[in-house]
């Protein structure tokens, strides 16, 4: 099934850029710092940079593997995917158009040479943490960063007062963790997955590669054999993770892949919210990057991730921009287990992510919330995969497809209900706002169905940013850009009540600027 | 005071646009109430939009300006910043914004335009709590996105609820009596009334006489083909009632 919308009218009026009053006017001021910009994330910092031999080949995989100091069974699973991925084809069944890629024109390891490890945030080089500084996006990780000091508290005091713990991946190598001492207490371990190899190889042996195998598609399996870092959480059996979990992730180095790989466990009965955000400098190569997730739910664990991703999505001509194909996975492996994935992704050149729930325990439950917006070049091909096994096993999907510009925003999913799944319900709601005359939204939903008793539902709307809602807020006082930006969160309002209150500031600050210019 | 002169307006783009307001010329003082009447397909609704500034209303010739600001060249927020405001015809839904963020951000908005102070949220929520009650609205309702699942009576009534709320200089309501029953129309008519003041003008578009009993005009003008073609006091809406536009028109035409 396959339908579209998209019309080829085009109205060129152009009103000045009027402030919206969001949540706060803290956010108000953000946002305008961010609008004054365009996109004030585009600069890289200046540091020592390290790098493996350009190009990729088993003597560059040897060498990433040396660099981290990793064991042979590690570096014997590296070289297993890169000879897997010599005999793979890249998939070309995307509703996405980008030039061929030379993987042999990248880096696939960029280290900061002053060092992989610190002792301490005095220890970080000044140029990463005013790179934070300056990206203005993760103000709070800022006082978290500070909270550094304070990190001998308790875990008893995180509980009273719900903060963030951050794991900056910087490039390639983890440059600062925090609140690690407080999260060791309720025996949490959350840190980089090269350290995780190190010091807890037994369950990174258990668990990688189990929910994407290293086989799973092209982008996963070049993610096997070079991933760089990426992190690593695990809570331990009936904990529930005194904080929310977050990492950073910013590209740094020109020319660098970056593959990140993460791993979060949930013991039985454990509970973690993971919170994903990302931004990198502007550049005029693409990008590539390829990450892969994987999350285990043990029974009656319950994992929640949330993502807001605002990567360079290019220039105006669509020139340069993140290709972001990302492999992201979950696995109820035990019954009644939950993992739920919220998503705002609004950057990105191209991006290609179904993060998925594979719903193996009996009365599992998946979640998938999402909100992508595309502008000006962008191409997102992006849904989720819900695959039920186990009985009585329940998902819902909702997902919001903003295009605007010259745009194209396709929403591509699977519910699949297998033989043994018995009495399983999905409900899918797909909702497309296309902002303009020359862009497109495209749905794409697949369902599998091999049981009578299973229950499904899916609705899905496109509707046209109307003229008549434009005006009437603009006749309540409203200016153009600031009514837009109300009626593109009333829009996503079910989705943004999924995130994490701090997310959601950002999420809709983000919307906010992604959307800039879109109307006229 | 509102003054227009000599307007002419089209509707619809390029080759397609239609000339709909055929030299107007109508002046409201402020603290007065004026109805325009009128058949249908006379510029009734078109007169409102070009006023408040809806795209797709081009003005060809004649001047209106408020308070002695030319709201012509403004933008439709601007309009709204320097008071004015229009009830709509027909209300419409914005899903996912309650009508509370969405009259909170209109007035901040219109108050940063004016370079006022934002309306602290104590303030705001006193405010509403205390037109809510006036028009009878359920507090709950306010926190359901606006107009979506209203009915009719309920939309017209928010309507009022938004003028009150944001306390501008001078009204439209345009067709503010249609689809309402006698004691919304009332409640209504009731919370219009309470909005008369010396510093205020109000034009009033209607079909109907009735909505006149209850907000009472102090002219009434016949809107046909894009012009006013009679001014009079308010006994001209019975006759209007009484021997229809055809008849009234006959003479004056």
Redesign the interface.
């Known amino acids: 099934m396959d339908c579209c919308g998209g019309t080829d009218e085009h109205e060129d009026?152009c009103?000045e850029v009027?402030?919206?009053?969001g949540i706060d006017?803290k956010t108000v001021e953000a946002a305008k710092a961010l609008e004054s910009e365009n996109y004030s994330a585009g600069f890289s910092t200046e540091i020592e940079t390290e790098y493996s031999p350009k190009g990729l080949s088993e003597d560059t995989i040897r060498f990433i593997s040396a660099k981290k100091e990793e064991p042979e069974w590690l570096l014997e699973w590296r070289l297993a995917a890169y000879r897997r991925w010599l005999t793979m084809e890249e998939p070309t069944w995307a509703k996405v158009r980008y030039d061929p890629i030379d993987y042999q024109e990248y880096y696939y390891y960029a280290a900061p040479k002053s060092g992989a490890k610190y002792e301490s945030i005095d220890d970080v080089p000044k140029e990463i943490l005013e790179t934070y500084e300056k990206l203005g996006i993760p103000l709070r990780e800022a006082e978290v960063l500070l909270g550094v000091e304070g990190a001998a508290e308790t875990a008893a005091t995180a509980r009273e007062a719900p903060r963030v713990a951050v794991d900056a991946v910087f490039d390639s190598v983890s440059v600062a963790t925090t609140f690690r001492k407080e999260l060791e207490k309720a025996g949490v371990i959350f840190m980089s997955i090269s350290e995780a190899v190190r010091e807890y190889p037994e369950l990174v042996k258990k668990y990688l590669g189990t929910v994407v195998p290293q086989s799973d598609n092209y982008f996963a399996t070049l993610n096997s054999a070079v991933f760089s870092d990426g992190t690593f959480v695990y809570v331990p059996k009936g904990v529930r993770c005194p904080m929310e979990l977050s990492t950073y992730f910013r590209m740094n180095a020109e020319n660098t892949g970056q593959f990140e790989r993460t791993l979060i466990v949930c013991d039985e009965g454990a509970y973690v919210s993971y919170l994903e955000g990302c931004t990198a400098p502007m550049r005029d190569e693409n990008q590539l990057h390829a990450a892969v997730v994987e999350l285990v739910a043990l029974d009656d664990a319950e994992i929640k991730y949330s993502t807001v991703q605002n990567w360079w999505p290019g220039d105006e001509d669509g020139k340069g921009g993140i290709y972001n194909f990302v492999t992201k996975r979950g696995d109820c492996r035990g019954p009644r287990s939950k993992i739920s994935w919220t998503q705002v992704e609004t950057g990105s050149a191209v991006t290609w992510k179904y993060p998925s729930c594979i719903l193996r325990g009996d009365d599992s439950v998946g979640e998938f919330y999402s909100i992508a917006v595309t502008n000006g070049r962008q191409q997102a091909d992006t849904g989720t995969k819900m695959i039920h096994l186990g009985k009585r096993t329940k998902s819902r999907i909702i997902s919001k497809g903003i295009s605007a510009g010259k745009s194209d925003n396709t929403y591509r999913g699977l519910v699949s209900i297998n033989k043994r799944a018995e009495k399983a319900r999905n409900f899918t709601q797909c909702d497309s706002l296309l902002i303009g005359g020359r862009c497109g939204a495209h749905t794409v939903p697949y369902v599998e169905n091999r049981r009578a008793d299973a229950q499904l539902e899916h609705e899905a709307t496109t509707t046209k940013l109307?003229?008549?809602?434009l005006?009437?807020?603009?006749?309540?006082?409203?200016?153009?850009e600031?009514a837009v930006a109300?009626?593109v969160?009333?829009?996503?309002?079910?989705v943004l009540q999924e995130l994490p209150m701090e997310f959601a500031v950002e999420a809709q600050k983000l919307l906010e600027v992604s959307l800039e210019g879109s109307v006229g | 005071m509102l003054k227009i002169e000599n307007l002419t307006a089209t509707v619809g783009e390029a080759e397609e646009a239609k000339q709909i307001i055929n030299g107007l010329t109508l002046e409201v003082p402020a603290g007065e109430v004026h109805a325009i009447m009128g058949p249908n397909g006379a510029g009734k609704s078109t007169l409102s939009y070009v006023l408040?500034?809806?795209?797709?209303y081009e003005v060809t010739g004649g001047s209106a300006t408020l308070n002695g600001d030319d709201i012509l060249e403004m933008?439709?927020?601007e309009?709204?910043?320097k008071g004015m405001?229009?009830s709509?015809q027909y209300?419409?839904?914005?899903?996912?914004?309650p009508v509370m963020?969405?009259?909170?951000?209109?007035?901040?908005?219109?108050r940063?335009?004016r370079g006022e102070d934002?309306i602290s949220a104590p303030d705001f929520i006193k405010k509403s709590r205390e037109i809510a009650k006036q028009l009878k609205l359920d507090a709950e309702m306010l926190k359901r996105?606006v107009n979506v699942g209203f009915s009719g009576g309920e939309k017209k009534r928010l309507e009022i609820y938004?003028m009150m709320m944001?306390e501008p200089r001078f009204l439209i309501l345009d067709e503010t009596d249609s689809g309402l029953d006698i004691d919304a129309l009332k409640t209504v008519a009731e919370g219009v009334n309470a909005m008369r003041s010396p510093e205020r003008g109000m034009l009033v578009i209607t079909h109907y006489q009735r909505l006149l009993d209850y907000i009472k005009p102090d002219k009434v003008h016949v809107l046909a083909a894009g012009r006013i073609v009679k001014t009079g006091g308010p006994d001209l809406a019975h006759r209007l009632e009484a021997e229809g536009y055809d008849g009234v028109l006959g003479e004056a035409v």
Request: charged fraction near 25%; avoid cysteine.
């Open positions: 009026d009103t009027t402030v919206k009053e006017a109307s003229e008549d809602q005006f009437y807020a603009r006749q309540r006082g409203l200016g153009e600031q109300l009626l969160n009333g829009f996503v309002r079910e | 408040t500034g809806r795209s797709g933008d439709p927020e309009r709204a910043a405001f229009l709509f209300p419409v839904e914005i899903p996912g914004v963020t969405f009259v909170r951000t209109a007035m901040n908005s219109q940063k335009l934002e996105p938004q944001l």
